[in-house]
């Protein structure tokens, strides 16, 4: 099929028939469609961005899935949660929502789960295959209920990268919720170690290790990325010129 904007449009309406939820929010439909995004569809190709990140078996998990980047916060702040067992954390959801919410572990804990062994791709040049527990991303922010307007997800991190810069990420509602999206508290069925995010980290499948953001303590769901760190989107989009869209 020759990939002209209309064909992407056509094929765009298809993937999303079978999603009610998204399909509806008039403002969700206008962020996929807007010049914006239109040169990351383009590049993508739109029927890709729902399928699904390949599901490897219990036997092919990586021995030791190493930590990048921070190993361990190491804030007096971080520092007094885990000592607690992380009994005093909660997840904030802010911003763009009707309802704010406040996760604890045990509440996050309590809601459905979803599991997944998928391999996570870091740009430094390693892999490791690991299995996944948690809650899935759309869960939580159908409790919240998006306000329209909402176009992509923020998640604030524990970590100061150096100078009072935390390390986030952001994604766009596509991402938030695809099916592979949860927020984990489990790898290889023990709790999230410190090295790589306890208590909770984001894994998004279908993108590269940076964006799978650790040690979260605050999801925010907002109209656009500017005037949030530099504005790209991302610790490393804003300081190492990362690509925001990281998808694989
Ligand atoms: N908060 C936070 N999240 C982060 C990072 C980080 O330094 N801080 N590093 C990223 C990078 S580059 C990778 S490859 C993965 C590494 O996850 P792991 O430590 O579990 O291997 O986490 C990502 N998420
Ligand atoms: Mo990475």
């Known amino acids: 099929m020759i990939l002209t904007r209309r064909n992407l449009l056509l094929g765009a309406t298809a993937t999303l028939a079978g999603c009610d939820r998204l ?6 439909r206008e962020a996929l469609f807007s010049a914006e995004n239109f040169h990351k569809w383009a590049q993508r190709g739109v029927m890709a ?17 190493r930590a990048n980047g921070t190993a361990n916060p190491n804030t007096p702040a971080y520092k007094a949660l885990w000592r607690n067992g992380f009994a005093d954390w909660s997840l904030a959801i802010t911003g763009l929502v009707e309802r704010p919410l406040a996760l604890s572990l ?17 740009v430094e ?11 899935p991303l759309k869960t939580i922010l159908d409790a919240a209920k998006l306000r329209d307007g909402a176009r992509y997800i ?3 991190c524990a970590d100061d990268m150096g100078g009072g810069r935390p390390y986030y990420e952001s994604i766009d509602l596509f991402d938030a919720f695809h099916p592979q999206t949860i927020l984990a508290f489990a790898l290889n069925d023990r709790p999230l170690s410190v090295a790589n995010g306890a208590p909770l980290r984001l894994r998004v499948e279908r993108q590269l290790g940076y964006k799978q953001a650790k040690y979260l303590m605050g ?28 998808g694989i």
Request: charged share 25%; hydrophobic share 40%.
């Open 219 to 246: 999801i925010e769901a907002v109209a656009t990325l500017d005037g949030i760190g530099k504005g790209k989107g991302g610790y490393w989009e804003d300081y190492a010129d990362y690509d925001w869209y990281a």
């Open 49 to 65: 961005r729902d399928a699904l990140a390949p599901e490897f078996r219990p036997d092919q998990i990586s021995p030791f899935f």
């Open 106 to 122: 045990a509440q996050l804990r309590q809601m459905p789960h979803r599991e997944q062994i998928t391999r996570h791709d870091c």
């Open 154 to 156: 923020v998640l604030r």
């Open 125 to 135: 040049g390693w892999s490791a295959i690991g299995k996944w527990r948690g809650v």
């Open 23 to 28: 399909a509806s929010n008039a403002s969700f």
